[in-house]
């Protein structure tokens, strides 16, 4: 199984040792929307750190075989910028959704809103496509969305139960 380790908020990131597999890390970025007034709202909401809600959470990995290579995995429509995803996010309904779980590679961790919250000694990608093979994939705003993915995910890699919450006390804190 995975350990369980509780790293502060933004903690300085280092490469995973030879001890460990991978790394786990929690990341937020600004939710989209459809360009023009929606999009400026919830960019500007995101950059003043105005609500943990108006956020778009994921999870990457750095293992030790390739150091230079982040791993993302998250939970979101395919067209995030669609009208009807944002009819149906604000009436509470199923988002249509096409492809729901991404992986992708990134060169680099993001800068800013991105937490170590663990380390594991498993196949990353194996545990993920086990994780998404059993997810349900209606998303649903509140109920069933990137939040209880991540936090479903992070459960999975690293045992640590409710991780966003423990990153949203944290946050609350340095305020």
């Keep these: 199984m995975c350990g369980v380790g509780l790293i502060v908020a933004n903690s300085i990131v280092t490469p995973p040792s030879p001890a460990r597999r991978s790394d786990v890390f929690v990341a937020a970025v600004p939710l989209r929307a459809t360009k023009g007034p929606p999009q400026l709202v919830l960019s500007t909401a995101y950059s003043l750190n105005l609500s ?27 067209d995030t910028e669609s009208i009807s995803v944002a009819l149906a996010a604000l009436s509470g309904r199923k988002i249509p959704v096409l492809r729901t779980m991404r992986t ?62 423990r ?9």
């Excluded at 994921?58 to 230079?68: A, G």
């Excluded at 990153?167 to 305020?175: A, D, E, F, G, Y």
């Design 52 to 78: 943990w809600d108006l956020q778009h959470f994921m999870v990457l990995s750095i293992s030790i075989h390739l150091p230079s290579q982040v791993l993302v995995f998250d939970f979101q429509p395919q």
């Design 104 to 165: 992708r590679k990134m060169k680099n961790l993001p800068k800013m809103r991105c937490w170590r919250v663990g380390s594991c000694n498993v196949d990353v990608e194996e545990v993920m496509r086990k994780f998404n093979s059993s997810w349900d994939t209606d998303l649903i705003v509140g109920l069933h969305d990137c939040r209880h993915y991540t936090n479903g995910l992070v459960e999975c890699l690293t045992g640590e139960k409710h991780v966003l919450d």
């Design 167 to 175: 990153l949203r006390r944290s946050q609350k804190s340095v305020v």
